[in-house]
Nanobody, 125 residues
C-alpha cells in the first residue's frame, strides 16, 4: 500500500509561483507513475501533469504547458509540481495519485489510485 501526501499549496498573486510536493510512504519500492490533478468548486477533477517512474517521460495538459513542470526525486520518494506564471483560473485543490492502469491514457482519473488529501492553491488577481 502506498500513501501520498500533498503539500506546498497556498495563496499567491497572479504571476507568482508555487512548488507542490507529493510525498510517498508505504510500499515506495514499487515502480509507478504519478499524476497531478486539480479540482475547482463545482467542476470535475481534471488532469494537470504526469510523470513516469524514471522521470524520463512527462505529460502536460495544454493549459499548463510552458508554465508548470513536473519532476521527481525517487531517492526522496517525492514528486514535485513547479507552477510558474500562475493565473486566477489555476485556483483549485491539487491532488497527486499513483498510476495503476496503463491500458488507457495518463489523463484518465480512474487509471490512478492512492489519492492524497489535496492541497489548496489560490491565485488572486
Amino acid at each position: 500500500q502506498v500513501q501520498l501526501v500533498e503539500s506546498g499549496g497556498g495563496l499567491v498573486q497572479a504571476g507568482g509561483s508555487l512548488r507542490l510536493s507529493c510525498a510517498a510512504s508505504g510500499r515506495t519500492r514499487s515502480m509507478y507513475g504519478v499524476g497531478w490533478f486539480r479540482q475547482a468548486p463545482g467542476t470535475e477533477r481534471e488532469f494537470v501533469a504526469a510523470i513516469s517512474w524514471s522521470g524520463t517521460n512527462t505529460f502536460y495538459q495544454d493549459f499548463v504547458k510552458g508554465r508548470f513542470t513536473i519532476s521527481r526525486d525517487n531517492a526522496k520518494n517525492t514528486v514535485y509540481l513547479q507552477m510558474n506564471s500562475l493565473k486566477p483560473e489555476d485556483t483549485a485543490v491539487y491532488y497527486c495519485a499513483r498510476r495503476v492502469d496503463y491500458t488507457r491514457g495518463y489523463n484518465y482519473t480512474d487509471t490512478y489510485d492512492s489519492w492524497g488529501q489535496g492541497t489548496q492553491v489560490t491565485v488572486s488577481s
